[in-house]
């Protein structure tokens, strides 16, 4: 059963950075593996619903971004590692959330509804 498994989140000041790790496994039994894969960030703040922030085709070409994370976020991917990672600089009080990665084949896509597989997220605070 593919699992998607978050990590790097934690307490920042504002104006710091972190990096999210979202480490895969058991893609193969889906019948396609990791590196064929949209892996997409997603974020929840309390009280507000879940959001896209930035996603990453499978040939780690074309990659999306929030407005709000413009030019702040980065993501990336290593096929090599099963893994999708966010670097975060220049963070703000209202990046708060938890962070979830996701997975689905084909395009980038923004909907909750259209992911197949989910992590469990890993909560990133941003305060003094």
């Known amino acids: 059963q593919p699992q998607l498994v978050e990590s790097g989140g934690g307490l920042v000041q504002p104006g710091g950075s972190l990096r999210l790790s979202c480490v895969a496994s058991?893609?193969?039994?889906?019948?396609?593996?990791?590196?064929?894969?949209?892996l997409t960030w997603f974020r929840q703040a309390p009280g507000k619903e879940r959001e896209a922030v930035s996603c990453?085709?499978?040939?780690?070409?074309?990659?999306n971004y929030a407005d709000s994370v413009k030019g702040r976020f980065t993501i990336s991917r290593d096929n090599a590692k099963n893994t999708v990672y966010l670097q975060m600089n220049s963070l703000r009080p209202d990046d708060t959330a938890v962070y979830y990665c996701?997975?689905?084949?084909?395009?980038?896509?923004?909907?909750?509804?259209?992911?197949?597989?989910w992590g469990e997220g890993t909560l990133v605070t941003v305060s003094s």
């Open positions: 996701a997975a689905r084949l084909l395009r980038c896509a923004n909907a909750v509804k259209d992911m197949n597989y």
């Open positions: 058991g893609f193969s039994a889906s019948g396609f593996t990791f590196d064929v894969y949209t």
């Open positions: 990453v085709r499978g040939g780690d070409i074309v990659t």
